[in-house]
């Protein structure tokens, strides 16, 4: 009785992995080598021919994203609990409703940010306009940071700033640094401006910030709230 050997190219319709294939399907052959994973992990190279399950990283998360069109300010209090040493802030398409505003921000503290802070602001702002103009806009004891000293409302031109916020679960100073800061002026020359404060009026742990204009509302922002993991 003869027998006839027939190969991969013999066969024809589907092969049912439940029943006719046992085992899991190796990396070097497509596969990856695991009959199972972890929930809300992600599958990552161990090794040249290994992959294992892994957790996301979560040394820098977006936590919050804030969009207004009409708001007097946005509070971010989201996270204000120790698991971040730093926070970060970015502006985008700034617009206020009032021309010619301060665009301000104000520490939050108690539980839930519930308190703010109105005294005790030391900040340090520096401007420089594209026709050549600088400004110099500091203060050692006043009632809020002002990131940007004159943000204008124009219409196709939007501001914007990165903002930063160490440690602020201290005790003693609560700074912040911010640069970026992005506007055209009266006059029509683009103004970066960039500066750096302190809080040193509570021993509390900062539990959030405000930002809002001096005057008015806002047409439109955005603010994005990141943090940091390690010191």
């Known amino acids: 009785m003869a027998f006839a050997t027939i190969g991969n190219s013999g066969l024809t319709g589907s092969i049912d992995l439940t029943s006719k294939v046992t085992g899991s399907l190796p990396v070097a052959n497509g596969g990856t080598g695991l009959t199972s994973g972890t929930t809300d992990q992600f599958l990552k190279f161990t090794g040249s021919t290994t992959v294992a399950s892994a957790a996301v990283a979560t040394d820098f998360v977006l936590i919050q994203s804030q ?4 708001a007097s300010s946005l509070s971010f209090t989201t996270s204000f609990d120790g698991t ?8 985008n398409n ?4 009032d021309d010619g505003q301060q665009f ?6 108690g539980s839930g940010g519930s308190t703010e802070q109105t005294g005790g602001y030391v900040f340090a702002l520096t401007g420089l306009g594209a026709n050549g103009t600088t400004y110099e806009v500091n203060s050692t004891s006043t009632s809020k940071f ?4 004159d943000v204008d409302n124009y219409a196709t031109y939007k501001s914007g700033l990165t903002l930063w916020l160490g440690k602020p679960d201290e005790t003693a100073l609560k700074r912040l640094w911010w640069i970026g800061g992005g506007e055209r002026d009266g006059a029509g020359a683009n103004v970066a401006w960039n500066g750096a404060g302190c809080c040193a009026d509570s021993s509390d742990a900062i539990t959030g910030l ?3 204009m001096t005057a008015g509302t806002f047409s439109t922002v955005t603010i994005n709230h990141y943090g940091f993991k390690g010191s």
Do not use: E
């Open 104 to 109: 301000v921000c104000r520490v939050l503290t």
């Open 84 to 91: 971040y040493d730093t926070h970060m802030f970015v502006v």
């Open 67 to 70: 969009t207004t069109t009409s």
């Open 94 to 97: 700034l617009d206020p409703s």
């Open 210 to 212: 405000k930002f809002y």
């Open 146 to 149: 002002t990131l940007m000293q």
